[in-house]
């Protein structure tokens, strides 16, 4: 009897670069569920894996794009939308991901988060949201609900946190979604939809830092937060985001909150380009092709993108 | 090998410094840029988001200097030849992202047009009060190259070297111009584009089973592949091994910064360009570069016309630093001297090379202005005593 037929192979492991575990995370963390959920979305949405780039910032989730067998770039605090902007504009047949945290996307990286959603630039955002900053120790973040203990507001915070769906909404993202580590089979349906989703797309999930987090505010471990969760959490497609904010104990509103349909930046460009530039406009796209042929350069552009 | 003819504007053209960096940069195979505004260099950026949707290429104009100077590295790993401009406080915001260029070896050039500081200063004036920032700016150890043009047409050649030495030692290329140059209007000449050589990206030749993204060739300097292609590689900012995983630990980490460094440092002789006059019968060396060039040429005349026995060494390639040049010259002439639009930075290079062989004289200048060329003959003067 082989091995496999003994303990078949975790359909997951193919996307894990199985050499860099074990990983960093913590026992009771909610980034691996994630990962999970992600690389289960890549089988659904049948994604094409050599056309797919992951971009993380600096973070405990900034650590994701190391551990996944995918072209991946691990970049720095808080800019890794605008890395991704570049990698999506220079070559448009990549499917860009960015996975990130909450601190990492929204306080040091909150003007490119913005700006991307403003721009409607085609990124598929994953937020991991522990409400806090995990990996320097467990400081305050902008995300981190009233009243909260953190190394740094060892008295409690007190000011406001951001409500991040209410934020790229408002932004201009076309899908919003939010779900907890809990809700394994809605998140890996969320990431598997954006793939399909053109423009801008933010899915945050709540996830636990038991380490940092509830173990400093008394509220249990990892397994504790699961029961959190799967009690207080309640499905609302179609919320209003301004009434999907956060606190410390209370009900979080989950579900997809938006979906919408607007240009997306290159298609806007395109189009702005052609209006006025008329046949004098070389789409980037079909020049690259040309280029690659003239220079005989590995890796060049499949058929059918230079029409 | 040579220039796609699409981004190469050939003929003899009358403009800036700004507009001829820009040229240089399509010359080159640049076909995305990320900018923000910032005076005195945006004519390069507004240029190029004018020129590049006829060529085939991007521009965009990001939210800030620190998502520009990201965005251009993204572009370079999807396959793109990309550079960003700004100027020293757009230079200050960017230093994260030069460091995140040399430690994972992403080609890509910076251009600042030099204008007073510190802080805001003086927005529209020129200085050269840059130059240790390229050097040093960005924390960690590591080396780079920094050019310095002296004229529209040098911006353009420059430009196009600047990209050629980004590719070839994978390394972060400042182009050092200063307002004045950025707005001086001259003739510039554009080469047919066969003429033009362009250094291609060391694009490996092994597959995904062979290739290790980090694996030094025989000059220190790994090969490369882009996103998309079926490798699967990772990149990050952390210390990390020939694979491209983060290993932190002090062998790692001493292996991988001394080769970032000695990449660069053992092809200083390749990589540097100067100009020289008057050299072999020197008793006086003027070592000047960009603006202040032009106008120690002047100083250098009149101070030979007296008699003086001076020569000329002007730096196109700053960094890295001509330290054998120094110190060879050093043994045999009694001072250099040193005029620059600051309150004296590249003059400690150039005492440090001289081991005390000779006297360094410093001519500084605050910015706002250039140096007038009786300043630099009284140093003249005053060294050859």
Same mark, same amino acid.
């Given at each position: 009897?082989?091995?496999?037929?003994?303990?078949?192979a975790?359909?997951?492991?193919?996307f894990?670069?199985?050499?860099?575990?074990?990983h960093?995370?913590c026992p009771?963390?909610?980034?691996?569920?994630?990962v999970?959920?992600?690389?289960?979305?890549?089988?659904d949405?049948?994604?094409?894996?050599?056309?797919?780039?992951?971009?993380?910032?600096?973070?405990?989730?900034?650590?994701?794009?190391?551990?996944v067998?995918l072209?991946?770039?691990?970049?720095?605090? $808080?800019r890794?939308?605008?890395?991704?902007?570049g990698l999506?504009?220079?070559?448009?047949?990549?499917?860009?991901?960015?996975?990130? $945290?909450d601190?990492d996307?929204? @306080?040091?990286?909150?003007?490119?988060?913005?700006? @991307?959603?403003?721009?409607?630039?085609?990124?598929k955002?994953?937020?991991v949201?522990?409400?806090?900053?995990?990996?320097? $120790?467990?400081q305050?973040?902008?995300t981190?609900?009233?009243?909260?203990?953190?190394?740094?507001?060892?008295?409690?915070t007190?000011?406001?946190?951001?409500?991040?769906?209410?934020?790229?909404?408002? @932004?201009?993202a076309?899908?919003?979604?939010?779900?907890?580590?809990?809700?394994?089979?809605?998140?890996?349906?969320?990431?598997?939809?954006?793939?399909?989703?053109?423009?801008f797309?933010?899915?945050?999930?709540?996830?636990?830092?038991?380490?940092?987090?509830?173990r400093r505010?008394?509220?249990?471990?990892?397994?504790d937060?699961?029961?959190?969760?799967?009690?207080?959490?309640?499905?609302?497609?179609?919320?209003?985001?301004?009434?999907?904010?956060?606190?410390?104990?209370?009900?979080i509103?989950?579900g997809?909150?938006?979906?919408?349909?607007r240009?997306e930046y290159?298609?806007?460009?395109?189009?702005?380009?052609?209006?006025?530039l008329?046949?004098?406009?070389?789409?980037?796209?079909?020049?690259?092709?040309?280029?690659?042929?003239?220079?005989?350069?590995a $890796?060049g552009?499949e058929e059918?993108?230079?029409? | 090998m040579? =220039?796609d003819?699409?981004?190469?504007?050939t003929?003899? +053209?009358?403009?800036?410094?700004?507009?001829?960096?820009?040229?240089?940069?399509l010359a080159?195979g640049?076909?995305?840029?990320?900018?923000?505004?910032?005076?005195?260099?945006?004519?390069?950026?507004?240029?190029?988001?004018?020129?590049?949707?006829?060529?085939?290429?991007?521009?965009?104009?990001?939210?800030?200097?620190? =998502?520009?100077?990201?965005?251009?590295?993204?572009?370079?790993?999807?396959? =793109?030849?990309?550079?960003?401009?700004?100027?020293g406080?757009g230079?200050?915001?960017?230093?994260?992202?030069?460091?995140?260029?040399?430690?994972?070896?992403?080609?890509?050039?910076?251009?600042?047009?030099?204008r007073g500081?510190?802080?805001? &200063?003086?927005p529209?004036l020129p200085?050269?009060?840059d130059m240790?920032?390229?050097?040093?700016?960005?924390h960690g150890?590591?080396?780079?190259?920094?050019?310095?043009?002296?004229?529209?047409?040098?911006?353009?050649?420059?430009?196009?070297?600047?990209?050629?030495?980004s590719?070839?030692?994978?390394?972060?290329?400042?182009?050092?111009?200063?307002?004045?140059?950025? +707005?001086?209007?001259e003739?510039v000449?554009?080469?047919?584009?066969?003429?033009?050589?362009?250094?291609?990206?060391?694009h490996?030749k092994?597959?995904?089973e062979?290739?290790?993204?980090?694996?030094?060739?025989?000059?220190?300097?790994p090969?490369?592949?882009?996103?998309?292609?079926?490798?699967?590689f +990772?990149?990050?900012?952390?210390? +990390?091994?020939?694979?491209?995983?983060?290993?932190?630990?002090?062998?790692?980490?001493?292996?991988?910064?001394?080769r970032?460094?000695?990449?660069?440092?053992?092809?200083?002789?390749?990589?540097?360009?100067?100009e020289?006059?008057?050299l072999?019968?020197?008793?006086v060396?003027?070592?000047?570069?960009?603006?202040?060039?032009?106008?120690?040429?002047?100083?250098?005349e009149?101070?030979?016309?007296?008699?003086?026995?001076?020569?000329?060494?002007?730096?196109?390639?700053?960094?890295?630093?001509?330290?054998?040049l120094?110190?060879?010259?050093?043994?045999?002439?009694t001072?250099?001297?040193?005029?620059?639009?600051?309150?004296?930075q590249?003059?400690?290079?150039?005492?440090r090379?001289?081991g005390?062989?000779?006297?360094?004289?410093?001519?500084?200048? =605050? &910015?706002?202005?250039?140096?007038?060329?009786?300043?630099?003959?009284?140093?003249?003067l005053e060294?050859?005593?």
């Amino acid at each position: 009897m082989s091995l496999s037929t003994i303990a078949p192979a975790n359909p997951v492991e193919q996307f894990l670069r199985t050499d860099r575990m074990p990983h960093i995370w913590c026992p009771g963390c909610g980034i691996g569920t994630t990962v999970n959920c992600f690389t289960r979305a890549l089988i659904d949405a049948k994604v094409d894996l050599d056309n797919l780039a992951i971009v993380s910032g600096i973070g405990c989730s900034g650590r994701v794009a190391g551990y996944v067998r995918l072209d991946s770039f691990h970049t720095t605090h $808080g800019r890794a939308i605008p890395f991704a902007t570049g990698l999506k504009l220079a070559n448009p047949k990549l499917q860009v991901v960015v996975y990130s $945290g909450d601190g990492d996307l929204s @306080a040091i990286g909150g003007n490119h988060l913005i700006h @991307a959603a403003r721009r409607n630039v085609d990124l598929k955002v994953i937020c991991v949201n522990n409400l806090i900053y995990a990996m320097t $120790g467990g400081q305050t973040a902008p995300t981190t609900p009233a009243d909260v203990i953190t190394s740094t507001n060892p008295y409690g915070t007190f000011d406001t946190s951001f409500n991040l769906p209410h934020l790229v909404e408002a @932004a201009g993202a076309v899908y919003v979604a939010r779900w907890t580590t809990y809700h394994v089979r809605q998140l890996s349906r969320a990431i598997a939809e954006i793939f399909q989703k053109p423009g801008f797309c933010f899915i945050e999930i709540i996830s636990p830092c038991p380490t940092l987090y509830q173990r400093r505010n008394k509220m249990g471990d990892g397994l504790d937060t699961m029961k959190y969760y799967k009690e207080k959490s309640k499905v609302k497609n179609g919320a209003p985001t301004s009434e999907v904010g956060l606190d410390k104990q209370g009900e979080i509103v989950v579900g997809k909150f938006v979906d919408r349909s607007r240009h997306e930046y290159r298609e806007l460009l395109r189009e702005q380009m052609q209006n006025t530039l008329g046949s004098r406009y070389v789409d980037p796209v079909a020049a690259e092709c040309a280029e690659s042929d003239h220079e005989t350069a590995a $890796g060049g552009c499949e058929e059918g993108l230079c029409s | 090998m040579n =220039a796609d003819p699409r981004g190469v504007l050939t003929g003899t +053209h009358f403009i800036d410094g700004d507009h001829a960096c820009c040229e240089g940069a399509l010359a080159a195979g640049a076909r995305f840029s990320a900018g923000y505004p910032i005076t005195p260099s945006t004519e390069i950026v507004e240029r190029f988001s004018s020129r590049i949707p006829t060529v085939g290429g991007t521009f965009i104009q990001m939210e800030d200097e620190l =998502a520009a100077s990201i965005a251009i590295q993204g572009a370079v790993w999807g396959g =793109a030849k990309a550079f960003t401009v700004t100027s020293g406080p757009g230079f200050s915001l960017m230093m994260e992202h030069i460091g995140y260029a040399v430690m994972t070896e992403t080609p890509c050039v910076f251009i600042d047009v030099q204008r007073g500081g510190p802080s805001t &200063g003086l927005p529209t004036l020129p200085a050269q009060s840059d130059m240790m920032q390229a050097r040093w700016g960005s924390h960690g150890d590591y080396s780079l190259i920094a050019l310095c043009p002296n004229s529209p047409q040098e911006c353009f050649d420059q430009t196009i070297t600047a990209f050629n030495l980004s590719e070839k030692y994978r390394v972060p290329v400042m182009v050092m111009m200063d307002e004045v140059v950025g +707005h001086m209007t001259e003739k510039v000449i554009i080469p047919d584009a066969e003429k033009i050589y362009v250094e291609p990206r060391r694009h490996t030749k092994k597959s995904p089973e062979e290739f290790l993204p980090y694996e030094p060739c025989e000059d220190g300097v790994p090969e490369m592949v882009h996103a998309g292609e079926g490798y699967r590689f +990772h990149v990050t900012g952390l210390t +990390h091994d020939e694979r491209g995983y983060p290993a932190m630990t002090p062998p790692v980490q001493d292996k991988l910064v001394r080769r970032l460094k000695s990449k660069i440092d053992s092809a200083n002789r390749q990589i540097g360009l100067y100009e020289t006059e008057n050299l072999e019968d020197a008793e006086v060396v003027v070592v000047s570069y960009g603006i202040t060039s032009r106008v120690a040429q002047r100083g250098i005349e009149m101070a030979r016309a007296r008699g003086v026995r001076v020569g000329k060494l002007r730096l196109m390639t700053v960094w890295p630093f001509p330290e054998q040049l120094i110190r060879t010259l050093a043994k045999r002439v009694t001072a250099f001297v040193v005029p620059e639009l600051n309150l004296g930075q590249v003059v400690l290079e150039v005492e440090r090379a001289t081991g005390g062989q000779a006297r360094t004289v410093s001519v500084t200048h =605050a &910015g706002g202005s250039v140096h007038r060329p009786e300043q630099i003959l009284d140093a003249i003067l005053e060294a050859a005593k």
